[in-house]
């Protein structure tokens, strides 16, 4: 497993950017992605140490990440990791007492590669991303 990001909950990819920006100096971004199949918009940011941050905002008032911040929890919402192998990763994850909390889906801000989220009992959550090389492109010239 190799990090990738953390994921930040935020009603708006604008005022996430802005507080990253101001508390732990972010000031690479990617573009922003627009997911239906999550029901996310998402972009990532890097800061000066070089760690990754994955904004995740909601795309309709019904999703999962409607609910989390309405109920004002999971702001910082998961820690993630590039896997070359989702399923075996998986199963490690299960047999240490992780829950899978959805079917495994495609992500548009990982070409389309598969991804997963897994729970602990303590609500400590894992994505897994089955996109061992991927990179995220920074600054992109759009």
């Known amino acids: 497993m190799k990090f990738d990001h953390i994921g930040i909950t935020t009603w708006?990819?604008?005022?996430?950017?802005?507080?990253?920006?101001?508390?732990v100096m972010v000031r690479e971004w990617t573009s922003?992605?627009?997911?239906?199949v999550n029901d996310v918009r998402v972009q990532f940011g890097r800061c000066p140490s070089s760690i990754c941050y994955e904004l995740?905002?909601?795309?309709?008032?019904?999703?999962?990440?409607?609910?989390?911040?309405s109920k004002k929890i999971n702001i910082i919402n998961h820690i993630a990791y590039l896997v070359n192998d989702l399923a075996a990763h998986g199963?490690?994850?299960e047999a240490e007492g992780f829950v899978p909390v959805a079917p495994a889906r495609p992500?548009?801000?990982?070409?389309?590669?598969?991804?997963?989220?897994?729970?602990s009992k303590s609500r400590m959550m894992v994505e897994l991303i089955e996109a061992p090389d991927h990179q995220h492109d920074y600054n992109p010239t759009v």
């Open 107 to 119: 992500a548009l801000a990982y070409g389309g590669r598969p991804i997963r989220f897994f729970i």
């Open 12 to 23: 708006d990819l604008a005022s996430g950017r802005a507080l990253l920006e101001r508390s």
């Open 32 to 36: 922003a992605f627009e997911d239906p």
């Open 91 to 93: 199963a490690r994850l």
């Open 56 to 69: 995740v905002a909601p795309l309709s008032g019904t999703g999962p990440i409607t609910r989390a911040l």
